[in-house]
């Protein structure tokens, strides 16, 4: 059985394009969500998809990056579909588990996939410095009423009731106080 995921990162974007290619390529069934690929934490449809697949079936992706964005996560994932006897193929790119140049330059797209990544938030992590060097980057606006910790924290309330009232964490109360 041709057994396909298909992911995006986001919410906003679209399937569409991937749907239509693994259904071309004739996937009876296609597990899909929109979940940043950078983990395989929190992908319930990966672990669904994984579980599902079984002996003989071919586990089909249209871009390596759409299944794993670090070569430990896919590696891990090759070692538990090779284990199960599921092989793995890319619809966009000439990689699968089936010969060893396929499964060569399967690993070497791993490594992009996640080279491209780590640059990413590179870049972004000296996008944020330059910002902060200039002022212009004060961080995420605080969710948090701190008037509200104070208020409460006069009508006697202690660091571990304010957090429970909040729904925050007791460091975020203590923070909150010291900084305020």
């Given at each position: 059985?041709?057994?396909?995921?298909?992911?995006?990162?986001?919410?906003?974007?679209?399937?569409?394009?991937?749907?239509?290619?693994?259904?071309?390529?004739?996937?009876?069934?296609?597990?899909?969500?929109?979940?940043?690929?950078?983990?395989?934490?929190?992908?319930?449809?990966?672990?669904?998809?994984?579980?599902?697949?079984?002996?003989?079936?071919?586990?089909?992706?249209?871009?390596?990056?759409?299944?794993?964005?670090?070569?430990?996560?896919?590696?891990?994932?090759?070692?538990?579909?090779?284990?199960?006897?599921?092989?793995?193929?890319?619809?966009?790119?000439?990689?699968?588990?089936?010969?060893?140049?396929?499964k060569c330059f399967l690993d070497m797209l791993g490594v992009f996939a996640e080279l491209e990544t780590?640059?990413?938030?590179?870049?972004?992590?000296?996008?944020?410095?330059?910002?902060?060097?200039?002022?212009?980057?004060?961080?995420?606006?605080?969710?948090?009423?701190?008037?509200?910790?104070?208020?409460?924290?006069?009508?006697?309330?202690?660091?571990?009731?304010?957090?429970?009232?909040?729904?925050?964490?007791?460091?975020?109360?203590?923070?909150?106080?010291?900084?305020?």
């Open positions: 059985m041709k057994v396909a995921y298909s992911r995006v990162s986001s919410s906003s974007q679209s399937l569409e394009v991937q749907l239509e290619a693994l259904k071309q390529y004739g996937c009876e069934k296609i597990f899909q969500e929109k979940v940043s690929g950078t983990s395989t934490q929190g992908r319930e449809q990966l672990r669904e998809c994984l579980d599902f697949a079984r002996e003989g079936d071919e586990l089909v992706i249209t871009r390596i990056d759409r299944l794993a964005r670090s070569v430990l996560d896919l590696q891990l994932i090759i070692k538990e579909l090779t284990d199960k006897g599921v092989t793995l193929t890319a619809t966009e790119q000439p990689i699968s588990t089936k010969d060893a140049t396929s780590n640059l990413r938030s590179e870049r972004q992590s000296e996008g944020i410095a330059r910002a902060k060097q200039k002022g212009v980057y004060k961080g995420r606006k605080s969710k948090i009423d701190v008037q509200k910790i104070k208020k409460l924290k006069e009508e006697g309330l202690g660091a571990s009731a304010i957090a429970k009232q909040l729904k925050i964490h007791r460091d975020s109360v203590y923070r909150l106080l010291r900084e305020n």
